[in-house]
């Protein structure tokens, strides 16, 4: 690892002191966008693909480890997921590619290795470590369920937010055969989080917007993790950022460049 990344601006919300830090890049990140189906989903694959086999998840972790992630449980619940189950039928031998996808509604599901890094960075948080999974997770930005579904193997509970209504019920249709008591979907402007059960230990974003939002950082519990992409303003270029909240303040590092889908509030029926 050589030298550090450039300065950037960092976005950083009113009334929230930051501390800020940056972070070289573990490795690239390229197209991430959009994310999201969990414990035991039922599979439902094309006959004769073969994706309902383990041993095709199995190879898809096998490159992500390849790639750089090193966290086992991030790993084994990448291998637990159908990912095929959460892509159209017409790009279902692309599903455990690492390419992200569209999933309809001008929005994707993210790469495997985006959803990877992202979600091992989310393990590094202080509650994370002290307790062996994600914890309380809030997700903004559910797609078609697929990211939700990962989060769902590492944590006690998840409340994923989608703001387009079609999206949202496309994706309570592929949960539902998990009948999770741990996950659930809200149809809501994500960029108000979800205050009815904040505090949360982990904040995960699938869109990336000018600033963090100040509702995320104020829902984020003392030893939480928030993990969002963030655009930065004078190159228009988005950074994946993480924020660390303990009883000082917040903690702002940058990483590295990723490519979303913008941030957007207000809902859409």
Known sequence: MSSPPPRTNRPRAAGF????EQVKPARSVEQPERAPASHSVRSKASAGLGLDSADVRRQMVQRLRASGVQSEPVLNAMAQVPRHQ????????????????????????????????MIELLMGGANARNHGGLGKVLEIGTGCGYQAAVLSELAHSVISV??????????????????????RL??????????????YDSIIAAAGGDALPAAWLDQLAV????????RQPESAKQMLVVVDRNEQGYVHRVHEAVNFVPLKSGLIG
């Open 186 to 199: 809200v149809y809501g402007d994500g960029m108000l989080g979800h205050p009815p059960n904040a505090p």
């Open 223 to 230: 030893g939480g993790r928030l993990v969002s992409p963030v």
């Open 162 to 183: 989608e703001r387009l209504k079609p999206l949202h019920d496309k994706a309570r249709e592929l949960l539902a055969p998990l009948r999770s008591t741990r996950l």
């Open 17 to 20: 002191p930051l501390r800020l």
């Open 86 to 117: 959460f892509v159209d039928a017409a790009l279902v031998t692309q599903a455990y590619e690492d390419t992200s996808l569209p999933i309809g509604h001008g929005q994707t599901i993210s790469k495997p290795s985006v959803v990877a890094r």
